[in-house]
């Protein structure tokens, strides 16, 4: 009888063991589905920064109407702003082209390009 129980006890141990052991499938799929999830929320974070963007720049613009106090401040706010993404980029070793910004290359005409 007592054998009969730990026989029993230790196939319900194999069998949980079992069904938690990742298969390599299993773990593709769990990858994957991870790298969707950081990607979406990405995408996400990337858009939520452009809508507070357009909206510094809203405001940026309503503080150089006002004169040249408030415009001297917003100046140096903007200019703070940039070196604080720019830090951010050098961080995470990310090279920007302005240039290609201002004048995507899928824009230029053949004349155009040097």
């Known amino acids: 009888m007592i054998q ?5 006890n230790s196939a319900l ?4 063991v079992a069904r938690t052991r990742f298969t390599p499938d299993q773990a593709r ?6 790298q969707q999830a950081r990607l979406q929320e990405l995408h996400a974070a990337a ?3 452009i809508t507070h963007v357009n909206h510094f720049g809203a405001v940026l613009a309503t503080c150089w109407e006002q004169g040249e106090a408030e415009g001297a401040f917003a ?3 903007a200019v703070w ?3 604080q993404v720019s830090a951010l980029y050098v961080r995470h ?4 082209d302005f240039a290609e910004i201002i004048t995507p290359s ?5 004349t155009d390009i040097q």
Not at 93 to 96: A, G, K, P, R
Not at 106 to 110: E, F, G, V
């Open 13 to 16: 141990r194999e069998e949980k």
């Open 75 to 77: 100046e140096e706010t």
């Open 4 to 8: 009969s129980v730990q026989e029993d």
């Open 81 to 83: 702003l940039a070196q």
């Open 106 to 110: 899928w824009t230029r005409q053949p």
């Open 93 to 96: 070793n990310i090279t920007v």
């Open 47 to 49: 858009m939520e920064v």
């Open 29 to 34: 799929q769990e990858a994957a589905e991870q």
